[in-house]
């Protein structure tokens, strides 16, 4: 048995103490001790209401920005976009806010107190600590914006009553929108449907790396551990290549990379068991910095993902800024930026996602193994078809950042 105390001092000077004994499920406790503060404390905040943005802001961007994952690639990525525009940003790390969240008193939002935008760069649980970890006063004033993504097709409903403290919420894709209409429309928050706005991460288009001549075709799978095995699915590719290649080849090279977190996970351990003893795949987990990650996927000619559900897909879209070519499942997220013109998607059936991601809810794809592997088979004999997809995929990647203008994103004209 373990007996577990939490403190928490508000605003007003009041102090509450809890004592809970506990079997088991600390986790869950947590979680519903912060939804008890989480509903005390914003009682008083004023929901956001229709206004102008402000004239000449500065923007505070809180985000895990320093983190390797997808959502502190994405957050970077904003804040990079909103400077790139002409605007002064603030950045935040959200992480340290997770630390003493049920004891420590809120303190002031840096940069706050001001007529100002504030990007929260976080889905609704992270969001939510975010307001609640830094005193209303100074964030009431400022002009809020969440910027969320969901994979599957249909987001949590109880995201939906999140959305009233934000006076818009960028999604990265058009399915991630209507995941969230859903979702909002399942819990009766029809109203703030029109909050929703598409706003594709920015991705750079980097310079051509240089041809490398007619050495073995790389391909690479790369996936956060996090994000979740089922969904990110890099058995798939796996397989797809086993059977492709039943015995080691010299003519190509798979590289399935991770996070050094994944190293100890049951996954990780059956992806190494499958590939063993073969000369042809790494398996590779390993936290790597920007730099090395642009330099992996600038050596690659040929990126895949069997994914069952992407907010967006950020790993696809820079590997076409690369001119690299993509075969993916033709669904999701991807879908805002991949087309048969510019990229290979795979076709898919839809069924029931797991739990962690909604399910039985929301669907997922089931992406057509026969057809990645013919794919695949036809991108590593093919260099001309690789060439023509690279070029077309650079092409489109660049028309993501005209929504990141400085007139388009805050409706304010050039200097």
């Not at 402000?54 to 690639?73: D, M, Q, T, V």
């Not at 976009?81 to 935040?92: H, L, M, N, S, Y």
């Not at 990780?268 to 910095?289: C, H, N, P, W």
């Not at 050596?299 to 800024?321: C, I, N």
Request: with cysteine; glycine share 8%; net charge positive.
């Amino acid at each position: 048995m373990h007996r577990l105390y939490i403190a928490h001092t508000y605003s007003n000077g009041e102090r509450i103490l809890l004592s809970v004994l506990l079997k088991s499920g600390v986790g869950a406790v947590h979680r519903a001790l912060f939804d008890f503060l989480f509903a005390r404390r914003s009682k008083d905040w004023q929901p956001a209401s229709p206004r102008p943005l402000p004239a000449k802001p500065r923007i505070i961007l809180s985000g895990f920005i320093h983190e390797a994952l997808g959502i502190g690639r994405a957050g970077r990525l904003t804040q990079a976009a909103v400077e790139a525009a002409g605007f002064e940003t603030i950045g935040q790390d959200l992480r340290p806010l997770h630390r003493g969240l049920l004891t420590r008193s809120p303190r002031p939002l840096p940069g706050g107190d001001g007529a100002g935008i504030w990007i929260i760069h976080a889905n609704p649980p992270e969001a939510r600590i975010a307001l609640f970890q830094q005193t209303y006063e100074s964030w009431r004033k400022l002009y809020r914006i969440g910027y969320w993504a969901w994979e599957t097709s249909r987001a949590p409903a109880s995201w939906a009553p999140v959305a009233k403290w934000f006076h818009e919420i960028w999604v990265p894709s058009d399915h991630v929108r209507e995941a969230l209409r859903m979702a909002f429309v399942e819990a009766g928050c029809e109203d703030q449907v029109e909050k929703l706005r598409v706003m594709p991460h920015p991705v750079p288009i980097p310079p051509l790396p240089l041809d490398k001549g007619s050495r073995r075709i790389n391909v690479l799978c790369m996936f956060d551990p996090g994000s979740d095995f089922a969904r990110k699915n890099p058995m798939g590719t796996i397989d797809a290549w086993l059977r492709l290649f039943p015995q080691a080849t010299e003519t190509a090279h798979l590289t399935v990379k991770t996070l050094g977190s994944a190293k100890g996970l049951p996954q990780y351990g059956e992806m190494q068991r499958k590939t063993a003893g073969r000369s042809d795949i790494v398996v590779l987990a390993e936290t790597l910095d920007e730099a090395q990650t642009r330099n992996l996927i600038a050596a690659s000619d040929v990126v895949v993902s069997l994914h069952r559900g992407e907010g967006f897909g950020l790993v696809l879209a820079e590997a076409m800024a690369h001119g690299r070519c993509v075969i993916a499942t033709g669904w999701s997220g991807n879908m805002q930026f991949m087309s048969p013109e510019n990229s290979i998607p795979v076709p898919f059936s839809l069924s029931p996602a797991n739990k962690r991601y909604n399910g039985p809810v929301a669907q997922w794809a089931e992406p057509a193994g026969d057809f990645a592997v013919a794919a695949l088979d036809r991108l590593i004999r093919d260099r001309e078809m690789r060439e023509r997809l690279g070029t077309w995929a650079r092409r489109d990647l660049a028309m993501l950042a005209d929504a990141w203008s400085r007139a388009e994103l805050f409706g304010q004209a050039d200097d």
